[in-house]
């Protein structure tokens, strides 16, 4: 049986599972045929004396909307080949240091009758600034480009990024924002999947904040905010997937980088960095260490109002300040190397590590007031959490040909241990009426241990389809302890209610196969993915839960040129929202004697169903419309702890459904050749149904977020960055939450014949970062006005040595990163 017969008899497997889903998949297959052979484009690359540019980077576009498809370098001859990937209509650009950059005239490969283009001879003419000035202005990648499929964010270049952490990069990336609990949400939305180099991150909320927190954004080469992620990608992550790439070096021999910088606000923050690399034929060895020491703060008052329902006594407030003051010290270090097998095989492996310290001292302040009593306690918390994680990697990937489009296999294996420390001392004062002291002492670990396997397969089918398969399982063990311990009086004894181990097991067996393919003018990609899905819960020897299920997520991407100016893509995708480990673990992490944080073990999956039509003109203006319905959506709440009294627990929970309908605009502009302007605004209606705390929810409102980035190319290797957002006010669950935005500003200077680079950045400016949140209930409610250290003025210098040659292009497959990073650019 040919693949072409394989292929139908499983897209017929398929149409009985998912109907419609199927249908349209199976509409497409006899449609492409129509489709030609693609065709290569071949040339050379001269100066204006005729002279061949060796290194060149030329780039293949798709005519529509300039998304790129393909890049190479140009060989010692000046000559280069694109291979295109599917019939259609391109554009080839030129681009070299001190040359204007290249633009060809639109190409058609393999549509109808059309023949092979000739060889292209491209001639590039040296800039008006290297020509007439004697002044090189550098052309830098702009610091954001959309596509079909969500923005990447170069931040290797970005002066803002000099000095700060990952999540502060991400907080200002356009679309995502951060709440006071550390989520991270993309276009409004929380729940989802971070892929850090091409492996999963597994943690959520606080965690995952701490961890991004101690990786330097100094490693990050660059950010992918995938909206629309394709089938091979793991389903999780209902709001889309987040991909951070770290820098490896490309430049041949033995060479290296080295960074430091130091930042202050409120309290200091110093970074400091070194990469090395060597690079031959048949290998690249490589490796980075990174420290950072970082002090911030975080003041919080809360107001809250309890009623005589609730407590079953007479109606109470409380009013609470606290201020918290946390030293974070992080190591990271990675290592690795890949080998050429030969000329179409690699191996690579990889280990990296993370050790983080975080101590933090809490004051707090308390206020309660009932009739015509009240209580005045004074409470101090020292915690500190010691997170030391290894993760370690095994690749291989093989082409069956020379060709881009060639067959190929890549397999995957990863093992990752995320421990956790945490010893607290709460200390609590009673002011009015007076009493004895009253010391809660905790100690908890957490040990969480991943192992993942995956193998990915491509081939190329008749009539310029390609087909792309996998499988991926994976082993999740979290064992967790606790230890609480109180003393009134001298007496110590083991709190016994809160002092209970936990443990979770997960398995996820998964297979996914995606079409790509052009037919008429219109690119597709359609894809189905199912994951298995075995999990068990238990609290020291009781079950809490076990699980078995099976689901299916299709996904379908439509693109289509209108005209020279306009184009329009359909996506369409079903995914899911596991609760994380973090999430489901109920040890409690206490921040002051009436607040704590816990998991839940009760939560479910969320799936979610996103539709997304998208509009592009010329390739600077873009317009979304898109909708998703989510069934038991994972929210966090804050809301009366069961241990009743003035006990509050901020922990997630499972509403009945959300809906989200949203517009974003988005306009990369140059209003000038050294002037790039990117402008994101995105209008979204939130609108929940659920039951918590006895009270029923069915609300919703209007929210909207617009983010400015301004990109400075100036002489004499000077650049600068001047960004801006602003995030109205919105509805989330229960809570309101205020209006916030910032305005950040940075300068680089280039020197050393660019071997070194200087950075002054100054983020927060006007301090408009704190914010106010309200939640309420029935028969509660609360108010929080939160600030943290924001406004911070950073100085930082790198310097690159070594050899500045830039290896030539290759066929290179780390394993799954390579295979991540191929799957978001698509075709």
């Given at each position: 049986?040919?693949?072409?017969?394989?292929?139908?008899?499983?897209?017929?497997?398929?149409?009985?599972?998912?109907?419609?889903?199927?249908?349209?998949?199976?509409?497409?297959?006899?449609?492409?045929?129509?489709?030609?052979?693609?065709?290569?484009?071949?040339?050379?690359?001269?100066?204006?004396?005729?002279?061949?540019?060796?290194?060149?980077?030329?780039?293949?576009?798709?005519?529509?909307?300039?998304?790129?498809?393909?890049?190479?370098?140009?060989?010692?001859?000046?000559?280069?080949?694109?291979?295109?990937?599917?019939?259609?209509?391109?554009?080839?650009?030129?681009?070299?240091?001190?040359?204007?950059?290249?633009?060809?005239?639109?190409?058609?490969?393999?549509?109808?009758?059309?023949?092979?283009?000739?060889?292209?001879?491209?001639?590039?003419?040296?800039?008006?600034?290297?020509?007439?000035?004697?002044?090189?202005?550098?052309?830098?990648?702009?610091?954001?480009?959309?596509?079909?499929?969500?923005?990447?964010?170069?931040?290797?270049?970005?002066?803002?990024?000099?000095?700060?952490?990952?999540?502060?990069?991400?907080?200002?990336?356009?679309?995502?924002?951060?709440?006071?609990?550390?989520?991270?949400?993309?276009?409004?939305?929380?729940?989802?999947?971070?892929?850090?180099?091409?492996?999963?991150?597994?943690?959520?909320?606080?965690?995952?904040?701490?961890?991004?927190?101690?990786?330097?954004?100094?490693?990050?080469?660059?950010?992918?905010?995938?909206?629309?992620?394709?089938?091979?990608?793991?389903?999780?992550?209902?709001?889309?997937?987040?991909?951070?790439?770290?820098?490896?070096?490309?430049?041949?021999?033995?060479?290296?980088?080295?960074?430091?910088?130091?930042?202050?606000?409120?309290?200091?923050?110093?970074?400091?960095?070194?990469?090395?690399?060597?690079?031959?034929?048949?290998?690249?060895?490589y490796g980075n260490y990174a420290y950072a020491d970082r002090r911030n703060f975080t003041d919080i008052d809360f107001?809250?109002?309890?009623?005589?329902?609730?407590?079953?006594?007479?109606?109470?407030?409380?009013?609470?300040?606290?201020?918290?003051?946390?030293?974070?010290?992080?190591?990271?270090?990675?290592?690795?190397?890949?080998?050429?097998?030969?000329?179409?095989?690699?191996?690579?492996?990889?280990?990296?590590?993370?050790?983080?310290?975080?101590?933090?001292?809490?004051?707090?302040?308390?206020?309660?007031?009932?009739?015509?009593?009240?209580?005045?306690?004074?409470?101090?918390?020292?915690?500190?959490?010691?997170?030391?994680?290894?993760?370690?990697?095994?690749?291989?990937?093989?082409?069956?040909?020379?060709?881009?489009?060639?067959?190929?296999?890549?397999?995957?294996?990863?093992?990752?241990?995320?421990?956790?420390?945490?010893?607290?001392?709460?200390?609590?004062?009673?002011?009015?009426?007076?009493?004895?002291?009253?010391?809660?002492?905790?100690?908890?670990?957490?040990?969480?241990?991943?192992?993942?396997?995956?193998?990915?397969?491509?081939?190329?089918?008749?009539?310029?389809?390609?087909?792309?398969?996998?499988?991926?399982?994976?082993?999740?063990?979290?064992?967790?302890?606790?230890?609480?311990?109180?003393?009134?009086?001298?007496?110590?004894?083991?709190?016994t209610a809160i002092s209970k181990p936990f443990y979770y097991r997960e398995n996820v067996n998964a297979a996914y196969?995606?079409?790509?393919?052009?037919?008429?003018?219109?690119?597709?990609?359609?894809?189905?993915?199912?994951?298995?899905?075995?999990?068990?819960?238990?609290?020291?020897?009781?079950?809490?839960?076990?699980?078995?299920?099976?689901?299916?997520?299709?996904?379908?991407?439509?693109?289509?040129?209108?005209?020279?100016?306009?184009?329009?893509?359909?996506?369409?995708?079903?995914?899911?929202?596991?609760?994380?480990?973090?999430?489901?673990?109920?040890?409690?992490?206490?921040?002051?004697?009436?607040?704590?944080?816990?998991?839940?073990p009760y939560l479910v999956a969320e799936t979610t169903t996103n539709v997304e039509l998208t509009h592009r003109y010329?390739?600077?203006?873009?317009?979304?419309?898109?909708?998703?319905?989510?069934?038991?959506?994972?929210?966090?709440?804050?809301?009366?702890?069961?241990?009743?009294?003035?006990?509050?627990?901020?922990?997630?929970?499972?509403?009945?459904?959300?809906?989200?309908?949203?517009?974003?605009?988005?306009?990369?502009?140059?209003?000038?050749?050294?002037?790039?302007?990117?402008?994101?605004?995105?209008?979204?209606?939130?609108?929940?149904?659920?039951?918590?705390?006895?009270?029923?929810?069915?609300?919703?409102?209007?929210?909207?977020?617009?983010?400015?980035?301004?990109?400075?190319?100036?002489?004499?290797?000077?650049?600068?960055?001047?960004?801006?957002?602003?995030?109205?006010?919105?509805?989330?669950?229960?809570?309101?939450?205020?209006?916030?935005?910032?305005?950040?500003?940075?300068?680089?200077?280039?020197?050393?014949?660019?071997?070194?680079?200087?950075?002054?950045?100054?983020?927060?400016?006007?301090?408009?970062?704190?914010?106010?949140?309200?939640?309420?209930?029935?028969?509660?409610?609360?108010?929080?006005?939160?600030?943290?250290?924001?406004?911070?003025?950073?100085?930082?210098?790198?310097?690159?040595?070594?050899?500045?040659?830039?290896?030539?292009?290759?066929?290179?497959?780390?394993?799954?990163?390579?295979?991540?990073?191929?799957?978001?650019?698509?075709?």
């Amino acid at each position: 049986m040919s693949l072409i017969e394989l292929l139908r008899a499983g897209l017929e497997i398929i149409y009985k599972r998912l109907g419609s889903w199927a249908l349209l998949i199976g509409l497409l297959l006899p449609l492409a045929a129509r489709a030609q052979s693609g065709l290569a484009v071949r040339g050379t690359v001269a100066d204006g004396r005729n002279a061949p540019l060796e290194l060149a980077t030329v780039t293949l576009h798709r005519a529509a909307d300039s998304v790129v498809v393909k890049t190479e370098f140009s060989d010692a001859t000046g000559k280069f080949l694109l291979q295109s990937p599917a019939a259609g209509r391109y554009r080839v650009s030129v681009a070299q240091v001190g040359y204007a950059r290249y633009w060809s005239a639109p190409l058609d490969l393999g549509l109808g009758d059309a023949p092979a283009p000739a060889p292209l001879l491209i001639v590039l003419q040296a800039s008006a600034a290297t020509a007439l000035q004697e002044v090189t202005v550098t052309a830098r990648k702009p610091l954001y480009e959309p596509s079909p499929r969500g923005t990447l964010v170069n931040v290797a270049d970005n002066p803002l990024s000099a000095g700060a952490t990952t999540l502060d990069v991400l907080g200002r990336s356009p679309g995502v924002t951060l709440d006071a609990g550390s989520n991270l949400a993309l276009r409004g939305r929380q729940g989802l999947l971070v892929v850090i180099d091409g492996r999963r991150t597994p943690l959520a909320g606080a965690e995952l904040a701490d961890y991004l927190r101690a990786l330097p954004a100094d490693q990050i080469q660059s950010l992918e905010l995938l909206t629309n992620p394709p089938a091979q990608y793991d389903a999780q992550g209902g709001a889309g997937v987040i991909v951070i790439n770290l820098k490896k070096d490309q430049r041949l021999g033995t060479n290296g980088s080295a960074n430091a910088s130091y930042g202050q606000g409120r309290y200091g923050k110093l970074a400091a960095g070194l990469s090395l690399n060597s690079r031959g034929k048949k290998y690249n060895l490589y490796g980075n260490y990174a420290y950072a020491d970082r002090r911030n703060f975080t003041d919080i008052d809360f107001a809250r109002t309890f009623t005589e329902q609730l407590l079953r006594r007479p109606a109470a407030s409380s009013v609470l300040s606290t201020d918290q003051v946390l030293h974070l010290r992080s190591h990271t270090a990675k290592v690795g190397l890949d080998l050429n097998l030969s000329k179409r095989t690699l191996l690579g492996a990889a280990v990296s590590g993370l050790v983080s310290q975080v101590n933090s001292h809490t004051d707090n302040q308390t206020q309660l007031l009932y009739g015509t009593s009240s209580e005045h306690f004074s409470s101090f918390n020292d915690l500190s959490t010691w997170r030391p994680s290894l993760t370690a990697n095994l690749n291989f990937k093989h082409s069956f040909a020379d060709s881009a489009t060639a067959r190929s296999l890549s397999a995957d294996a990863d093992v990752a241990r995320y421990h956790t420390a945490r010893r607290n001392d709460l200390t609590t004062y009673f002011d009015a009426p007076s009493q004895a002291a009253s010391l809660l002492h905790g100690d908890q670990g957490s040990t969480l241990i991943i192992r993942a396997a995956k193998l990915d397969y491509a081939q190329p089918l008749p009539h310029r389809l390609r087909l792309e398969a996998g499988a991926k399982a994976t082993l999740v063990t979290s064992d967790n302890n606790v230890t609480f311990i109180t003393t009134q009086q001298g007496v110590s004894a083991v709190d016994t209610a809160i002092s209970k181990p936990f443990y979770y097991r997960e398995n996820v067996n998964a297979a996914y196969a995606t079409l790509r393919g052009t037919l008429a003018g219109t690119s597709f990609q359609a894809g189905l993915r199912a994951e298995q899905t075995n999990l068990r819960a238990d609290q020291g020897p009781r079950p809490l839960r076990e699980q078995h299920y099976l689901q299916l997520f299709p996904n379908l991407l439509l693109e289509r040129a209108l005209n020279k100016n306009n184009s329009l893509t359909l996506a369409v995708a079903r995914r899911v929202e596991r609760p994380s480990y973090l999430q489901l673990n109920p040890l409690r992490a206490y921040l002051d004697a009436t607040s704590y944080a816990a998991g839940n073990p009760y939560l479910v999956a969320e799936t979610t169903t996103n539709v997304e039509l998208t509009h592009r003109y010329k390739n600077t203006l873009s317009t979304a419309l898109a909708y998703a319905r989510s069934s038991q959506p994972i929210v966090n709440v804050i809301q009366p702890a069961p241990d009743g009294g003035y006990l509050v627990v901020s922990q997630p929970a499972n509403l009945s459904t959300r809906d989200f309908y949203t517009l974003a605009l988005t306009a990369p502009l140059m209003p000038r050749p050294w002037w790039n302007l990117y402008a994101n605004v995105l209008g979204y209606y939130n609108h929940y149904t659920g039951t918590l705390a006895g009270t029923a929810l069915d609300r919703g409102g209007f929210g909207a977020e617009l983010t400015l980035n301004n990109s400075f190319t100036l002489p004499h290797g000077w650049a600068a960055e001047l960004n801006g957002s602003y995030e109205s006010r919105q509805v989330y669950n229960y809570q309101n939450i205020s209006d916030r935005g910032q305005v950040s500003v940075g300068v680089q200077k280039s020197m050393w014949q660019k071997q070194g680079t200087l950075r002054l950045s100054v983020t927060d400016i006007f301090y408009t970062q704190p914010y106010q949140v309200i939640s309420t209930y029935d028969t509660f409610n609360e108010r929080y006005y939160t600030r943290q250290d924001t406004r911070v003025a950073t100085l930082s210098l790198s310097y690159r040595f070594g050899n500045s040659k830039v290896a030539a292009a290759r066929k290179r497959a780390a394993g799954a990163e390579d295979e991540l990073r191929r799957a978001a650019a698509g075709q």
